[in-house]
């Protein structure tokens, strides 16, 4: 026993030491997931609300140069709409103005990735499938080690036969129960 002791030690060790940095992307991206009901962790949203000279309801391919002229954007522009008589939509690169021809008044939504959040739950999610699966799926695995590992690794009241027995118990019912709990609803 001492000498399995000994395996279940090393590989804990040693596959915890290799884990932490998937560890740390999981559970960071698994907090924003979890909460993605109070915001958007991908991206971060913009609104602002301007004011231009009115250019008045005529033809789009008439109003659409002097619209471009008095917003002076910067970057291209990727395509335009004529929402209704009275509103002009501008797309550009993660932004979208809409210029209400009649009042003057432009409002300019944008979206913008949040840095490290948005690629942190691209591999969380594994939005991008193919080679990040198996890195995935080889996480997972190691995660089973772990656990099983750790079973093995502290012996009398604290151990499977005490304390930890009693914790693990609790960690295999708590997701039983709630399964069972969502089923009731």
């Avoid at 021809?101 to 944008?110: M, N």
Wanted: aromatic content about 10%; proline content about 2%; overall charge neutral.
């Amino acid at each position: 026993m001492t000498q399995f002791r000994r395996v279940c030690r090393w590989l804990h060790r040693e596959l915890g030491f290799f884990t932490v940095g998937l560890t740390l992307v999981y559970a960071i991206s698994g907090l924003a997931v979890n909460h993605a009901h109070h915001w958007d962790a991908n991206y971060q949203r913009g609104f602002e609300v301007s004011h231009m000279e009115p250019v008045g309801t005529g033809f789009t391919v008439d109003v659409l140069p002097i619209v471009l002229d008095r917003l002076a954007l910067a970057d291209p522009v990727k395509n335009t709409w004529r929402a209704s008589e009275e509103h002009l939509q501008i797309f550009q690169e993660g932004t979208t103005h809409t210029v209400n021809l009649v009042t003057g008044e432009v409002t300019t939504e944008s979206v913008k990735r949040r840095a490290m959040l948005f690629d942190l739950n691209f591999m969380h999610l594994n939005t991008g499938k193919g080679l990040w699966t198996w890195v995935a799926d080889s996480y997972a695995i190691i995660l089973a080690l772990l656990a099983i590992t750790g079973i093995f690794l502290t012996r009398g009241s604290k151990g499977l036969g005490g304390r930890g027995g009693v914790l693990m118990a609790l960690g295999i019912a708590l997701p039983i129960i709630y399964a069972f709990w969502m089923n009731l609803n």
